[in-house]
C-alpha cells in the first residue's frame, strides 16, 4: 500500500464531510491522513510543513497569508463548501481552481 498523503488542516479540527468528499475526489487515487496544526507564528507553521510535508495546507476561513511556507513551495488551498478548492497563488493573495497534479 502507498503511504497516504498528509494534509494539515491550520487551526481547524476536521473537515466537513462536504469538504472532506470535495478534497477526497481531488486526490481519489491516495488516503488522505489529516494534521491540525496551531502554529504561534508563520516560522512554526514553516516548521510543521517541512515536518508534516503536506500535500495541501486546508486554510481556516479566515484566510490566513502563509508567506514563508509557500515560498518553500508547500501548497496552501481554501475549501469553498459545495463550489471549488481554490489554491493560494502568491503572497498577495490570489485564489485559483485547486489542481494538485498541475503543480
Excluded: W
Aim: hydrophobic share 40%; net charge negative; charged share 35%.
Amino acid at each position: 500500500m502507498s503511504e497516504k498523503a498528509r494534509v494539515i488542516l491550520l487551526r481547524r479540527d476536521k473537515l466537513s464531510s462536504s469538504e472532506e468528499k470535495m478534497l477526497q475526489k481531488v486526490f481519489a487515487d491516495q488516503e488522505l491522513e489529516y494534521h491540525r496544526t496551531d502554529p504561534v507564528d508563520y516560522k512554526e507553521h514553516l516548521r510543521d510543513c517541512e515536518r508534516i510535508k503536506p500535500v495541501a495546507v486546508v486554510l481556516p476561513l479566515e484566510k490566513p497569508i502563509p508567506s514563508a511556507a509557500m515560498e518553500k513551495g508547500f501548497c496552501h488551498i481554501l475549501i469553498e463548501e459545495g463550489k471549488d478548492i481554490v489554491q493560494l497563488e502568491s503572497i498577495i493573495p490570489r485564489f485559483t481552481i485547486f489542481a494538485p497534479n498541475q503543480q
